[in-house]
Nanobody, 115 residues
Framework: QVQLAESGGGLVQAGGSLRLSCAAS????????MGWYRQAPGKQRELVAV???????NYADSVKGRFTISRDNAKNTVYLQMNSLKPEDTAVYYCNTVPSVVNYWGKGSLVTVSS
């Protein structure tokens, strides 16, 4: 059974930084592209960063230059370093494969950026 567990969220002032972690169980990690998604209040969930099994990376325009996705295959963990945070980054952040699998969604990690 695949499980994804996000951690590292919290409350931070605008301009601050946070690092999210996603620990993955099972064999999905090494063979799949992994992504960080976020869902802000009243909005649809969106994909903000992707890293393939080969290490290719893409970002949504809204986070490009501020967020960095990385993965540690030995630890089955994917990270999202978030710098220069803005109030509009406030959301629940989730990790999942890309494309996402409905059964893999975890509880997410809440990031709140105050102005």
């Amino acid at each position: 059974q695949v499980q994804l567990a996000e951690s590292g969220g919290g409350l931070v002032q605008a301009g601050g930084s946070l690092r999210l972690s996603c620990a993955a169980s099972g064999t999905i990690f090494s063979i799949n592209s992994m992504g960080w998604y976020r869902q802000a209040p009243g909005k649809q969930r969106e994909l903000v960063a992707v890293i393939t099994s080969g290490g290719n990376i893409n970002y949504a325009d809204s986070v490009k230059g501020r967020f960095t996705i990385s993965r540690d295959n030995a630890k089955n963990t994917v990270y999202l370093q978030m710098n220069s945070l803005k109030p509009e980054d406030t959301a629940v952040y989730y990790c999942n494969t890309v494309p996402s699998v409905v059964n893999y969604w975890g509880k997410g990690s809440l990031v709140t950026v105050s102005s």
